[in-house]
């Protein structure tokens, strides 16, 4: 199999794992990142779209069509933004991507980075979990041949891999060892990037036993 992929939040602690798997995988012929900003590296598989309106792809459906699977891995914390604000950027951004690309490509495979907690029912009082499972019931519910809710827990980053997110960086950076305690205690409630990168390509390739993926189902994919 030979599959072309879109990956975005590629410079972001997920998307970055994902697309060094990737990179790695001899099934995947063709990788496109969509950011606002370079990436550091090169790959005779990599291009770069630099994009910068994530509300609006209009103008971009010849580069967006022909492609097998896409990885939204783009997401940003809910602490300092209005509710306003991180619905926008949460739930706006994501869907207007994946409506073009459903439109350009109907027969791809669609997986989303949400996490631990998001709440399906969009009724809950936590705001982030709201805005999340609403996110993930409208991706489920575009038309997707298929599509796939990824939440994992904690994350353990691989490959040198940081967080962009200061808070998280210094707490990978200073409790690395809580989280690696709380995976050998418990080790389905942990994963780390190559895992869930990997678990991505095989459920393009394999298909999943669901649609909502939790760190235990994310395990076990990454390892067929």
Same mark, same amino acid.
């Given at each position: 199999?030979?599959?072309?992929?879109?990956?975005?939040? $590629?410079? !972001?602690?997920? !998307?970055?794992?994902? =697309?060094?798997?990737?990179?790695?995988?001899?099934?995947?012929?063709?990788?496109?990142?969509?950011?606002?900003?370079?990436?550091?590296?090169?790959?005779?598989?990599?291009?770069?779209?630099?994009?910068?309106?994530?509300?609006?792809?209009?103008?971009?459906?010849?580069?967006?069509?022909?492609?097998? $699977?896409?990885? +939204?891995?783009?997401?940003?914390? $809910?602490?300092? +933004?209005?509710?306003?604000?991180?619905?926008?950027?949460?739930?706006?951004?994501? +869907?207007?991507?994946?409506?073009?690309?459903?439109?350009?490509?109907?027969?791809?495979?669609?997986?989303?980075?949400?996490?631990?907690?998001?709440?399906?029912?969009?009724?809950?009082?936590?705001?982030?979990?709201?805005?999340?499972?609403?996110?993930?019931?409208?991706?489920?519910?575009?038309?997707?041949?298929?599509?796939?809710?990824?939440?994992?827990? $904690?994350?353990?980053?691989?490959?040198?891999?940081?967080?962009?997110?200061?808070?998280?960086?210094?707490?990978?950076?200073?409790?690395?060892?809580?989280?690696?305690?709380?995976?050998? =205690?418990?080790?389905?409630?942990?994963?780390?990037?190559?895992?869930?990168? =990997?678990?991505?390509?095989?459920?393009?390739?394999?298909?999943?036993?669901?649609?909502?993926?939790?760190?235990?189902?994310?395990?076990? +994919?990454?390892?067929?």
């Amino acid at each position: 199999m030979s599959l072309k992929v879109i990956i975005t939040g $590629a410079t !972001g602690m997920v !998307g970055k794992g994902v =697309l060094l798997e990737c990179l790695d995988h001899p099934g995947i012929e063709k990788v496109l990142t969509i950011g606002r900003t370079e990436l550091d590296m090169s790959h005779p598989k990599l291009s770069e779209l630099i994009h910068k309106d994530f509300s609006d792809y209009s103008n971009l459906e010849a580069d967006l069509t022909g492609y097998d $699977a896409c990885y +939204l891995c783009m997401g940003v914390s $809910a602490s300092g +933004l209005s509710d306003e604000k991180y619905y926008e950027l949460t739930y706006g951004y994501t +869907l207007a991507l994946a409506k073009v690309l459903y439109k350009l490509n109907p027969g791809m495979t669609c997986t989303y980075v949400s996490g631990e907690g998001t709440d399906s029912t969009e009724s809950g009082r936590s705001m982030w979990a709201r805005v999340k499972g609403k996110t993930e019931n409208d991706l489920l519910a575009v038309g997707f041949k298929k599509a796939f809710m990824f939440r994992p827990g $904690a994350i353990i980053p691989l490959r040198g891999i940081k967080s962009k997110t200061k808070a998280y960086q210094f707490g990978y950076d200073y409790f690395m060892w809580l989280i690696k305690l709380i995976k050998w =205690l418990a080790p389905n409630a942990v994963v780390n990037t190559t895992q869930i990168g =990997l678990a991505m390509i095989h459920a393009t390739i394999e298909g999943a036993e669901k649609n909502i993926l939790r760190p235990k189902d994310i395990i076990k +994919l990454s390892e067929i």
